[in-house]
């Protein structure tokens, strides 16, 4: 059988309090899940928690089992199926391949598609089903064919006209990249999905000059020892004996040594008995020498094969997870050199296997030196001249504020007013004459201003002509969307809209543009401020509820959190990016936090 290969692409849709979803791929065994609750009680990041040990649980179900195919890993999947708690509503869909065939389990519901020689179908399909309820299929795979598991959101969401044209003469990684903006702007948080394309490698031919051609009988011989060594260690259990282990050569030299017995005085039939004895002795004891060695060799192999494959699962898991979860990413990582530092004083420094467990223990080194990090920030009080703008907003009792290198800008329900920096000189600017009726933000850039209507659910651009500002709606009708939770916006070209379930929407020249935030560990909690800036790398985020200040840069990837017991009741803050600072007003006072 030719030697296989899976290539993976994921789409997932931002978590809510009430709604999660994921994919997971390691090995050959892959699958697309989401969570769903009726209500927002107990522990923010319930479903986050019950989503990761149930997919914990299906993969240590999965490798622990001696022999797979569809009865045994529907016990696997009935297994981890327990895991699901009863208030909460899954779609759950796996698939696993062994050598060329697919086993696909869906629990709740969902749907497996399979794209082959430009044609979708449907292998499996669930719809009203119970959360105990377990559909399943199988089938043989050709090669290139694309496999589909969705949980029953995105279904929804993505037609199966839509996923055909998608995937017609693009890679899977396209694919992924087309559909993932479909998704997030539907903002249904139980859609996922995971592509699986499948490869089946040519075979190498290797020819003997002047040897006769191999009989058929041979080539089946040749192709199932090729079969069992080609194997990959996830799925099968693998023995590494065959490459690893210490195969000692015998030398029969020292039978040349045996012509002392003619110089003896025996008679030929004794040398004859002698000389069969002593090879008898000789033969006994190198025996029991290679069955030493083998029976040494076998120990490393086990232990090799408990190791090795278990970190090796955890290194892959963490990186389908980097892109998604830096954070769990990192677990990941961090498990797997774990358990490689705990088993590699087993093997010889020198040994095949030391070499293997280093180069691997390099790998993860390098993934987890490049892994955003979560800072405990410390924050030390320092006097309002520290910034000017923070400490004209100490004074003012607006809601709204912005500010650029010369004035700070402050809205009320009734108008926009202005204070220079260098002076305190204050003026007004603009009187509401009824341009906005409900005001959810306040920015400027270059000299004009633009003001978040949250009840006509428009962005007003204020133009300063020099002498007056004359006002014009920013979005286009098409581009209008809900803004009765928005609490913030911020302008660097772009303009970004923060709301207060920790989504943010971009827009550029009155268009809405594909932008989510991706990586966050758990979801905001109760954000009150976007600060961006055309000169600047990275967008920053004030999330309240969890006491820190996030980082992205300017595609919607988490970079790096700040925490500090002072952000909790923080009203503002401004960055210094250059600088290294983040100045904090909280409490009446003003803080700085460094950036690392």
């Given at each position: 059988?030719?030697?296989?290969?899976?290539?993976?692409?994921?789409?997932?849709?931002n978590p809510?309090?009430?709604?999660?979803?994921?994919?997971y791929?390691?090995?050959?065994?892959?699958?697309a899940?989401?969570?769903?609750?009726?209500?927002?009680?107990?522990?923010?990041?319930?479903?986050?928690?019950?989503?990761?040990?149930?997919?914990?649980?299906?993969?240590?179900?999965?490798?622990?089992?001696e022999?797979?195919?569809?009865?045994?890993?529907k016990?696997?999947?009935?297994?981890?199926?327990?895991?699901i708690?009863?208030?909460?509503t899954?779609?759950?869909?796996?698939?696993s391949?062994?050598?060329?065939?697919?086993?696909?389990?869906?629990?709740?519901?969902?749907?497996?598609?399979?794209?082959?020689?430009?044609?979708?179908?449907?292998?499996l399909?669930?719809?009203?089903?119970?959360?105990?309820?377990?559909?399943?299929?199988s089938?043989y795979?050709?090669n290139?064919?694309?496999?589909i598991?969705?949980?029953?959101?995105?279904?929804?969401?993505?037609?199966?006209?839509?996923?055909?044209?998608?995937?017609?003469?693009?890679?899977?990684?396209?694919?992924?990249?087309?559909?993932?903006?479909?998704?997030?702007?539907?903002?249904?948080?139980?859609?996922s999905?995971?592509?699986?394309g499948?490869?089946?490698?040519?075979?190498?031919?290797?020819?003997?000059?002047g040897?006769?051609?191999?009989?058929?009988?041979?080539e089946v011989?040749k192709?199932?020892?090729?079969?069992k060594?080609?194997?990959?260690?996830?799925?099968s259990?693998?023995?590494?004996?065959?490459?690893?282990?210490?195969?000692?050569?015998?030398?029969?030299?020292?039978?040349?040594?045996?012509?002392?017995?003619?110089?003896?005085?025996?008679?030929?039939t004794?040398?004859?008995?002698?000389?069969?004895?002593?090879?008898?002795?000789?033969?006994?004891?190198?025996?029991?020498?290679?069955?030493?060695q083998k029976?040494?060799?076998?120990?490393?192999?086990s232990?090799?094969?408990?190791?090795?494959?278990?970190?090796?699962?955890?290194?892959?898991?963490?990186?389908?997870l980097?892109?998604?979860?830096p954070?769990?990413?990192n677990?990941?990582f961090?498990?797997?050199?774990?358990?490689?530092?705990?088993?590699?004083?087993?093997?010889?420094?020198?040994?095949?296997?030391?070499k293997?467990?280093?180069?691997?223990?390099t790998?993860?080194?390098?993934e987890i030196?490049?892994?955003?990090?979560t800072?405990?920030?410390?924050?030390?009080?320092?006097?309002?001249?520290?910034?000017?703008?923070?400490?004209?907003?100490?004074?003012n009792?607006?809601?709204?504020?912005?500010?650029?290198?010369?004035?700070?800008y402050?809205?009320?329900?009734?108008?926009i007013?202005?204070?220079?920096?260098?002076s305190?000189?204050?003026?007004?600017?603009?009187?509401?004459?009824?341009?906005?009726?409900?005001i959810?933000?306040?920015?400027?850039?270059?000299?004009?201003?633009?003001?978040?209507?949250?009840?006509?659910?428009?962005?007003?651009?204020?133009v300063?002509s020099?002498?007056?500002?004359?006002?014009?709606n920013?979005?286009?009708?098409?581009?209008?969307?809900?803004?009765?939770?928005a609490?913030?916006?911020?302008?660097?070209?772009n303009?970004?809209?923060?709301?207060k379930?920790?989504?943010?929407s971009?827009?550029?020249?009155?268009?809405?543009?594909?932008?989510?935030?991706?990586?966050?560990?758990?979801q905001m909690s109760?954000?009150?401020?976007i600060?961006?800036?055309?000169d600047?790398d990275?967008?920053?985020?004030?999330d309240n509820?969890?006491?820190?200040i996030?980082?992205?840069?300017?595609?919607?990837?988490?970079?790096?959190?700040?925490q500090?017991?002072?952000?909790?009741?923080?009203?503002?803050?401004?960055?210094?990016?250059?600088?290294?600072?983040?100045?904090?007003?909280?409490a009446?006072?003003?803080?700085?936090?460094?950036?690392?």
């Amino acid at each position: 059988m030719a030697e296989t290969e899976l290539n993976f692409a994921k789409i997932v849709a931002n978590p809510t309090p009430l709604g999660w979803c994921q994919v997971y791929s390691a090995g050959k065994l892959f699958a697309a899940i989401s969570l769903e609750k009726q209500e927002e009680e107990g522990e923010k990041d319930y479903l986050n928690v019950v989503g990761k040990e149930i997919l914990n649980t299906l993969e240590q179900e999965f490798f622990i089992l001696e022999k797979k195919d569809l009865d045994s890993i529907k016990e696997a999947v009935l297994t981890t199926s327990k895991k699901i708690p009863e208030d909460v509503t899954v779609s759950f869909v796996i698939g696993s391949i062994v050598n060329n065939i697919i086993y696909v389990y869906i629990v709740g519901n969902g749907r497996v598609d399979i794209k082959r020689e430009g044609m979708l179908g449907t292998i499996l399909q669930a719809q009203d089903q119970a959360n105990d309820a377990l559909s399943q299929a199988s089938g043989y795979l050709q090669n290139k064919d694309v496999i589909i598991l969705q949980t029953k959101a995105f279904s929804e969401v993505v037609s199966e006209n839509t996923l055909s044209e998608v995937l017609d003469n693009t890679s899977i990684a396209d694919a992924a990249e087309n559909l993932a903006p479909m998704v997030h702007e539907k903002e249904n948080p139980l859609a996922s999905a995971i592509l699986a394309g499948y490869r089946e490698m040519a075979q190498k031919a290797f020819y003997e000059k002047g040897k006769e051609e191999k009989t058929e009988e041979e080539e089946v011989k040749k192709e199932e020892t090729e079969e069992k060594a080609n194997q990959n260690y996830f799925e099968s259990g693998e023995n590494y004996s065959s490459d690893l282990a210490y195969k000692p050569k015998i030398s029969l030299s020292f039978l040349n040594k045996l012509n002392f017995l003619k110089n003896t005085g025996l008679s030929h039939t004794r040398k004859i008995i002698l000389t069969v004895v002593v090879i008898i002795v000789i033969v006994f004891a190198s025996s029991i020498f290679f069955a030493l060695q083998k029976q040494q060799n076998d120990k490393l192999v086990s232990e090799f094969n408990r190791v090795f494959p278990e970190a090796s699962r955890k290194y892959e898991e963490g990186v389908s997870l980097s892109e998604i979860n830096p954070t769990l990413a990192n677990d990941s990582f961090k498990t797997a050199r774990k358990i490689l530092d705990e088993g590699k004083n087993s093997f010889p420094k020198d040994s095949e296997y030391s070499k293997k467990i280093n180069d691997l223990l390099t790998k993860i080194e390098s993934e987890i030196g490049s892994a955003p990090q979560t800072t405990s920030a410390s924050a030390k009080e320092v006097s309002a001249s520290e910034s000017e703008y923070l400490s004209f907003r100490l004074k003012n009792n607006a809601s709204y504020f912005a500010h650029d290198e010369n004035n700070v800008y402050f809205a009320t329900s009734d108008e926009i007013s202005s204070i220079a920096k260098e002076s305190g000189t204050s003026k007004t600017l603009i009187e509401n004459d009824n341009y906005w009726e409900s005001i959810g933000g306040l920015a400027n850039y270059n000299t004009n201003l633009y003001v978040l209507d949250k009840e006509n659910n428009q962005i007003i651009k204020f133009v300063n002509s020099g002498s007056e500002y004359s006002d014009s709606n920013y979005l286009s009708e098409s581009a209008k969307s809900d803004f009765s939770d928005a609490v913030s916006i911020a302008i660097d070209n772009n303009i970004y809209v923060l709301f207060k379930n920790g989504s943010v929407s971009k827009y550029f020249r009155g268009s809405k543009q594909d932008f989510s935030l991706k990586g966050l560990d758990k979801q905001m909690s109760s954000p009150t401020k976007i600060y961006a800036n055309p000169d600047f790398d990275n967008i920053y985020i004030l999330d309240n509820g969890n006491s820190r200040i996030l980082v992205f840069d300017k595609e919607g990837n988490f970079k790096a959190q700040y925490q500090t017991n002072v952000l909790k009741n923080a009203k503002d803050f401004e960055v210094l990016e250059k600088d290294k600072k983040i100045f904090v007003l909280s409490a009446g006072k003003i803080y700085q936090v460094d950036l690392k």
